[in-house]
């Protein structure tokens, strides 16, 4: 058995209590969420767990051995029961007899759908005969930095003996295919007393005959491989040590703030792309390193790493030293452009004649000293995935760097797992993106009703949303509804004063270090306020101009500097009012203060279409359900100003529009989704007005 101790080892979750009246393929989902919810153990996506079950044969009624194991594209962390495939074991079986050898493997995938056990309709993944050549009921193939490790370096084989003995064995790099799965079964026969076997550069694979068992096994050699490290590393400087100090916090998210925009620039030619910064300690050790710099450019070693970073990242030139942003942004178009060049290069020596087409030669990580890592991807959840999985990568460099010497994947295998016709059928299948995938919005007033319904309608759309306002208890309350809704990845907030020029700027810098930049400017923040010109005091006055004109002045211009810094072009929607275009009794303050905001809209489209930057606007009028300015003094103002009472302020306004019809926040919203997306691609300085209809209203 393998020895452990205390330090630093993975907790044995298994709860008996819990698994003791499950069912088999329950159990294996119960041993697959806890493997999942621990990223030393596998990443999100990455790994696979499988059980063999006796099953009543729909067809025969007959007991037959079928596998459970994880589909494709499922993660274990967050898999249920419909997320595995189920395969015949006797059909599996009977494939060696159609395997024409080694160039042919590939074919294997395509008899896997007639190995379905009761018309699942999961598909298969390519690992699916790794799992079921293996001779125990269950197994798991785990991808635990410490592991991998040891299978990155230079002698893994002669490291997995002396870590493990005899119990865990190891098998050179092979691609996952029906092959590597040939190969296990092989290794079982011939080791019989083992539990599990390292593969050089990919992970681990271990089996037991109970799930528990399996479970124990698994967490017990990566335990095993962490108390290893551990003792083998105590006191040695990581990585060669540090070659200069991370900057500050403020500082990092500074530079972080500056650079993002300007590289998102460049590498959205083809398709917006979304951006991630980690200024982690692991990802700031490795940045800060002396060896940084010359393990980045080896490569990584696990294929689950580099499908999702490309095999290698760019380093940013940049002196944390001598902190110059300017510098390495005047740099980077360089950089880039050397980059692109040396992966259209990787391609041209790398390709088969049957290859998929170049992809985005763009880098996807993006290291810069003393700050930390930049990911780039077409949402932000694969930006942080590729993050995440970066960070792994770090921790295996780290690792194999310290014990041995680490060694990347060769260039040809890393080419041909990327280029793998299987996994360009995989990208082949993946669903249209929505018409605002790759697009972030900043909605100020977004704790408001309509700034709330514009995000609402940004995200099902497919944006990425920056909440912003100046009440914070709102603002955390729909951040957490529309998070709920949409998920952490599509929403963030940011306490905003669009009166105050710096608190401005401070909000755009954080929605770029958390989205990379910025497409789409809603102006919404707004006050209404209610008085006869002799009562409205200078206060009242310069309240309205410093909301609704300077306050739209602000943040027009904050957006605007950064559309142009990131030369992707830009949109930006004004939320006004009718009252900008239609005097209202008692109101001189708040629509003269409308009226500016159309005509600053108007003076904007003229200095942004050379630029492809739009500017529109959209005119509500009468928006009373979920809106915060009528739930103040403003509703019994204009109440009074009508001579009538507040329960009649709705109806008086639905029966005195030309369409008889109330208006809502939704309504709102999907006019400023018009003007934020495509449909819009040729109108700029335009209006629309929602208001159900008023002639004085009217724009002509």
């Given at each position: 058995m393998l020895e452990t101790s205390a330090a630093s080892r993975l907790a044995n979750l298994w709860d008996d209590a819990k698994a003791t009246s499950m069912s088999e393929p329950e159990?294996?989902?119960?041993r697959s969420n806890l493997l999942g919810s621990d990223k030393r153990i596998t990443?999100?996506?990455?790994?696979?767990?499988?059980?063999?079950?006796?099953?009543?044969?729909?067809?025969?009624?007959?007991?037959?051995e079928v596998l459970w194991v994880k589909g494709s594209g499922g993660d274990v962390g967050t898999i249920r029961l419909d997320g595995f495939a189920t395969l015949y074991m006797d059909k599996l079986a009977a494939l060696k007899g159609l395997y024409r050898g080694l160039e042919h493997e590939d074919e294997m995938v395509g008899y896997l759908p007639h190995c379905t056990f009761d018309l699942n309709p999961r598909a298969a993944s390519i690992d699916t005969p790794l799992h079921a050549f293996v001779s125990h009921k269950h197994v798991d193939h785990m991808h635990p930095d410490a592991v991998i490790a040891i299978a990155a370096s230079k002698d893994s084989k002669a490291l997995t003996a002396e870590i493990f003995g005899g119990e865990i064995g190891w098998l050179p790099w092979k691609r996952p295919g029906f092959e590597l799965g040939l190969w296990l079964a092989r290794f079982c026969k011939e080791n019989p007393q083992a539990k599990g076997v390292v593969l050089e550069s990919h992970g681990l694979f271990t089996w037991a005959d109970t799930a528990r068992e399996c479970y124990e096994t698994t967490i017990r050699t990566i335990n095993r491989a962490i108390e290893w490290f551990d003792e083998q590393t105590r006191g040695k400087p990581a990585l060669?040590?540090?070659?200069?100090?991370?900057?500050?916090?403020?500082?990092?998210?500074?530079?972080?703030?500056?650079?993002?925009?300007?590289?998102?620039?460049?590498?959205?030619?083809?398709?917006?792309?979304?951006?991630?910064?980690?200024?982690?300690?692991?990802?700031l050790e490795f940045v800060c390193s002396k060896e940084m710099e010359a393990l980045a450019s080896l490569g990584t070693s696990c294929p689950d790493h580099f499908l999702r970073t490309k095999i290698r990242p760019?380093?940013?030139?940049?002196?944390?030293?001598r902190p110059d942003a300017e510098k390495t942004l005047a740099g980077l178009p360089a950089a880039v452009e050397r980059y692109r060049n040396s992966y259209v290069a990787y391609y041209e020596r790398c390709r088969h004649a049957d290859s998929p087409a170049m992809r985005d030669p763009n880098a996807v990580v993006y290291l810069v000293p003393g700050v930390g890592m930049i990911t780039f991807a077409r949402d932000k959840a694969t930006a942080r995935i590729s993050a995440e999985f970066y960070v792994n990568a770090i921790n295996v460099m780290r690792g194999a760097s310290a014990v041995s010497t680490y060694v990347g994947l060769p260039e040809q295998e890393a080419f041909d797992i990327e280029y793998w016709l299987l996994e360009e059928a995989k990208l082949q299948r993946m669903p249209k993106r929505k018409p605002l995938a790759g697009r972030v919005a900043l909605v100020t007033g977004g704790?408001?009703?309509?700034?709330?319904?514009?995000?609402?309608?940004?995200?099902?759309?497919?944006?990425?949303?920056?909440?912003a306002d100046i009440d914070v208890?709102?603002?955390?309350?729909?951040?957490?509804a529309l998070t709920s809704d949409h998920g952490r990845d599509f929403v963030r907030q940011v306490v905003l004063d669009v009166t105050d020029e710096q608190r401005v700027a401070n909000g755009f810098a954080e929605a770029c270090v958390e989205f990379g930049g910025l497409d789409i400017l809603v102006s919404n923040a707004g006050l209404a306020s209610s008085a006869p010109i002799e009562e409205t005091t200078l206060a009242l006055w310069n309240r309205n101009m410093d909301i609704l004109a300077t306050g739209y002045f602000l943040v027009s211009r904050e957006a605007f500097r950064l559309f142009r810094h990131q030369k992707l072009g830009g949109n930006v929607v004004f939320v006004a009012s009718k009252n900008g275009l239609a005097a209202s009794p008692n109101a001189s303050a708040y629509c003269t203060a409308k009226a500016a905001e159309?005509?600053?809209?108007?003076?904007?489209?003229?200095?942004?279409?050379?630029?492809?930057?739009?500017?529109?606007?959209?005119?509500?009028?009468?928006?009373?359900?979920?809106?915060r300015i009528w739930a103040g003094e403003w509703k019994e103002q204009r109440a009074a100003a009508y001579n009538m009472s507040v329960d009649d302020l709705e109806a008086h306004y639905r029966e005195r529009s030309m369409l008889k019809r109330s208006v809502f926040p939704e309504d709102i919203a999907e006019a400023i989704y018009f003007f934020a997306s495509d449909m819009s691609a040729k109108s700029t300085g335009n209006i629309v007005n929602v208001d159900a209809g008023n002639a004085q209203a009217f724009t002509r």
């Open positions: 159990r294996l989902l119960y990443n999100y996506g990455g790994g696979n767990t499988s059980a063999k079950v006796m099953e009543k044969d729909p067809l025969t009624g007959e007991a037959t060669g040590g540090e070659k200069h100090a991370p900057l500050a916090a403020e500082e990092r998210h500074a530079i972080a703030a500056r650079l993002m925009p300007s590289i998102r620039g460049m590498i959205s030619d083809s398709e917006l792309k979304v951006g991630h910064f980690d200024d982690s300690d692991a990802v760019l380093v940013v030139d940049f002196d944390p030293t704790a408001g009703g309509i700034g709330r319904a514009t995000a609402e309608k940004l995200l099902r759309e497919g944006a990425c949303v920056v909440l208890e709102s603002l955390r309350a729909v951040d957490a159309i005509h600053l809209a108007r003076c904007l489209a003229l200095e942004g279409a050379g630029e492809q930057i739009r500017v529109n606007v959209v005119n509500p009028d009468a928006v009373l359900r979920g809106s």
